[in-house]
């Protein structure tokens, strides 16, 4: 197993169980085909989903059991929307819907120019209430930080509080991390894993490639 690198404070990291290991050992392999990447990156997605869902509040709820007890748990103290960062992050909303029934969705396209790695905001279509709503930011991988930055900020255009953010991504760099860390510090950030570093063309290293690519022509 790598050894792990240090946090930014708002970032998080699923357990590095063999499951995980070997589920992404999968999906980095240039020799996965397509239907396989999307099997095996789908189940990731869902342990992420899972894992971010507990970094959402709750408040105590009191129900009554079929035995006539009452039993005093918790109830999440919040509506949630996702947002998908187009294309790749379209790829995670079947796993957030899978755990979220009915779940509403926005979406924002933003691409990375391929030359100097900027983004470049085309469109955001968001729930019209989402300045009320915890939000799910999806996107499989953070490399410079440069495209999640920009979709926080037409979150936070649209009235979202940054602390109602939770960034939820499948690989992410530390480049990427210490930018959020310095760019949004409220916002939190949950990644499945965190590699080593970024190469001179701010690819993530050893990464898996382009995720959109891959998911979506194979
Ligand atoms: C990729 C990826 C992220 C972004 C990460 O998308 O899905 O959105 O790059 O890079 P960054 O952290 O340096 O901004 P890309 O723009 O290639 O578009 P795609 O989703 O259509 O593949």
Not at 28 to 42: A, E, G, L, Q, V
């Amino acid at each position: 197993m790598p050894a792990l690198p240090a946090l930014p404070p708002n970032a998080a990291r699923l357990p590095t169980t063999p499951q995980l290991h070997a589920l992404l050992t999968i999906i980095r392999d240039k020799n996965t085909p397509r239907s396989d990447f999307i099997f095996y990156s789908d189940r990731i997605i869902r342990l992420l989903v899972e894992e971010g869902l507990n970094h959402l509040p709750v408040l105590e709820r009191t129900v009554m059991t079929p035995t006539g007890c009452p039993y005093t748990g918790v109830a999440f103290e919040g509506r949630i929307c996702g947002v998908s960062i187009l294309r790749a992050g379209e790829a995670m909303e079947s796993g957030l819907r899978e755990c979220c029934r009915s779940v509403r969705i926005g979406k924002i396209l933003i691409q990375r120019d391929e030359e100097t790695a900027k983004p470049k905001l085309f469109y955001a279509k968001l729930p019209e209430d989402i300045e009320h709503r915890w939000v799910l930011l999806l996107d499989p991988m953070l490399a410079t930080g440069g495209s999640a930055i920009q979709a926080i900020q037409v979150l936070l255009d649209h009235g979202v509080k940054a602390e109602r953010i939770l960034f939820l991504n499948m690989i992410a760099s530390p480049e990427g991390l210490d930018a959020i860390w310095n760019a949004c510090p409220q916002v939190r950030v949950v990644s499945a894993w965190v590699d080593a570093r970024l190469s001179a063309q701010n690819c993530i290293i050893p990464g898996l490639g382009d995720y959109g690519d891959r998911y979506y022509s194979g």
